[in-house]
C-alpha cells in the first residue's frame, strides 16, 4: 500500500512537471511524458521507485485498461453530438472491423512472407497493433484542428476496433497455445463482444437516465457518472463482451440524454470539471506508461527489425483506409481526399497495444514486444507532429476540442437547456463541419 502511495506521489509530481515544461518549450506534455518515462526505465531510480514493477502490474492484470481507458472514453464520447454519430458511424465500422482484418493480413502476411519471421509471432503482432489506440487518438485530436465529424469518425473508429483487435488477438494467442479457434468461432466471439457491449452500454446509461432526476447536487451527479462508467466497463467484461465499447455506448447515450435534463448549470459544471481532472490524470498515465514499459536498450539494438515493422504497419494503413473511404459517404457527400490523410496519419498506436502484449505468455513475448515497443514510440513521435502540421496547414491552427473539458454546448447563460439550434457551432447550422 505504502508503494502504490509512492508511486502515485511520484507520477503526479511527473505530470505536473510536465505540463509546466511544455508550455515553456511548446511541446506537448503527454510527449514529455513519454520522453521521462523512457528515462527513467533506463535508470536504476526505475527500479527503486516502483515504477516500472507498478506500471508491469498494471499490464499483466489487465488493470490498465480497466481503470485508464473507460473514463478518456467517457469525457471525450460525452460531448458528441448523435447527429455527428449517426453522419460518421459506417465508415468508422467498416475502418474498425473489415479496416483491422485488412490491415492484421497485411501486416502479418508482409512480416511472415516476405521478413521472414515465424508465423506465430507476425500474426500475433499484427493482431495487437492493427488496432488504432483510443488514448493516442483522443491526445492527438485535442490538439489539432480538423472538421468535428472527422475527430468524431477517428475517435469511433478507435472505440470500436476494440472488439476486433481483441476477438482476432484472441485467435492468435489460442492458436500460439495450441487451442485453436474455428473461423466461425472466431466471427461468433467477434459479434458477441460488439453487440453484448452495446447492448450493456444502452442499459446502464438508460438506468443512468432514470435515477437522474432524484439527483439535484453536483457530488451526487458525479458518484452517478463514475458509477455509470465503471459499472458499464465491469458488467460488461463480467459476461464477455466488451468494456470500452460498453463505456462508450454509455458516453454516447447519456451525454445527448441525461445531460440534457441537467437543469443546475452549477452540477453540469462540477460534472464537466470532475472528468476534465479525470481525463488529464489518465492521458498522462497511459502516455507515462508508454514511456516506462519501453526497453529502450533493447530498442537501440533491433533499430532494423523495428523500422521495418514500422513501415509494414504504415502500408497496411494505407491499404485499409484509401479503399474503405474512397467508397464511404458521409451527410451524403463523398469523403475528400483531406479527410483520407488525415485518418492515414491518425493511426496510431500506442498504451493499447503494449496492455495486449503484456498478456502474451514469456516464451512467445520477446520478439513480439521488441516490435510493439518500436512501432508504438515511432508512431507517437512520427506520426503525431507530422499529423500537427497537417491539420494546421489543411484545416488552420484553432482546436477542435478544448483540452480535459465537455464542450460547453448544452447550456445557455442561465443555466437551462439550450434550443436546439442553439447547439449549432454557426448561425447557419453547423458549416464548420462541411467535408473539405
Request: hydrophobic share 55%; no cysteine.
Amino acid at each position: 500500500m505504502a508503494l502504490t502511495v509512492e508511486v502515485l506521489a511520484v507520477f503526479l509530481l511527473l505530470a505536473l512537471g510536465s505540463v509546466l515544461l511544455s508550455r515553456k518549450v511548446k511541446v506537448p506534455f503527454t510527449m514529455l511524458l513519454v520522453f521521462v518515462g523512457l528515462a527513467i526505465s533506463a535508470a536504476p531510480i526505475s527500479a527503486l521507485a516502483g515504477l516500472n514493477v507498478f506500471f508491469n502490474n498494471l499490464a499483466s492484470e489487465q488493470l490498465f485498461v480497466g481503470l485508464i481507458l473507460p473514463p478518456l472514453l467517457f469525457e471525450s464520447v460525452i460531448g458528441v453530438k448523435l447527429a455527428d454519430f449517426r453522419a460518421v458511424y459506417r465508415p468508422a465500422l467498416l475502418l474498425a472491423t473489415v479496416g483491422v482484418l485488412i490491415s492484421t493480413l497485411v501486416v502479418g502476411v508482409v512480416l511472415w512472407k516476405v521478413v521472414g519471421l515465424s508465423v506465430l509471432v507476425s500474426f500475433l503482432f499484427a493482431a495487437l497493433i492493427s488496432p488504432t489506440d483510443v488514448a493516442t487518438v483522443l491526445e492527438v485530436f485535442r490538439r489539432v484542428n480538423v472538421p468535428t465529424r472527422l475527430a468524431t469518425l477517428l475517435e469511433m473508429e478507435a472505440v470500436f476496433n476494440d472488439s476486433t483487435g481483441i476477438a482476432i488477438f484472441t485467435v492468435a494467442l489460442a492458436t500460439s497455445a495450441a487451442v485453436a479457434l474455428q473461423p466461425l468461432e472466431a466471427v461468433a466471439y467477434f459479434s458477441y463482444t460488439l453487440s453484448g457491449g452495446v447492448l450493456v452500454g444502452l442499459g446502464v446509461a438508460w438506468a443512468a437516465r432514470r435515477l437522474q432526476p432524484m439527483i439535484d447536487d453536483s457530488v451526487t451527479q458525479v458518484v452517478l457518472t463514475l458509477a455509470a462508467v465503471y459499472g458499464a466497463y465491469a458488467v460488461a467484461t463480467s459476461l464477455g463482451t466488451s468494456g470500452l465499447i460498453a463505456v462508450a455506448v454509455t458516453g454516447l447515450y447519456y451525454g445527448n440524454t441525461v445531460l440534457f435534463k441537467v437543469e443546475s448549470k452549477q452540477v453540469a459544471e462540477a460534472t464537466r470539471q470532475f472528468w476534465g481532472i479525470v481525463a488529464f490524470v489518465a492521458n498522462a498515465a497511459a502516455f507515462f506508461f508508454i514511456g516506462v514499459s519501453t526497453n529502450i536498450f533493447l530498442l537501440g539494438t533491433t533499430l532494423g527489425a523495428f523500422l521495418v515493422a514500422y513501415a509494414v504497419v504504415v502500408m497496411a494503413r494505407i491499404t485499409s483506409v484509401y479503399p474503405i473511404l474512397s467508397l464511404s459517404r458521409v451527410a451524403g457527400a463523398g469523403i475528400p481526399s483531406s479527410w483520407m490523410n488525415t485518418s492515414m496519419l491518425g493511426g496510431m498506436r500506442g498504451a493499447l497495444a503494449i496492455a495486449l502484449m503484456s498478456v502474451i505468455p514469456l516464451a512467445t513475448r520477446g520478439q513480439v514486444a521488441t516490435l510493439t515497443f518500436g512501432v508504438v514510440m515511432l508512431s507517437i513521435l512520427l506520426q503525431g507532429p507530422l499529423l500537427s502540421r497537417y491539420a494546421k496547414r489543411t484545416f488552420g491552427a484553432q482546436q477542435t476540442l478544448q483540452p480535459y473539458v465537455i464542450p460547453d454546448r448544452i447550456y445557455d447563460m442561465e443555466g437551462a437547456p439550450a434550443p436546439a439550434e442553439a447547439l449549432s457551432p454557426d448561425p447557419e447550422g453547423g458549416k464548420s463541419d462541411e467535408l473539405r
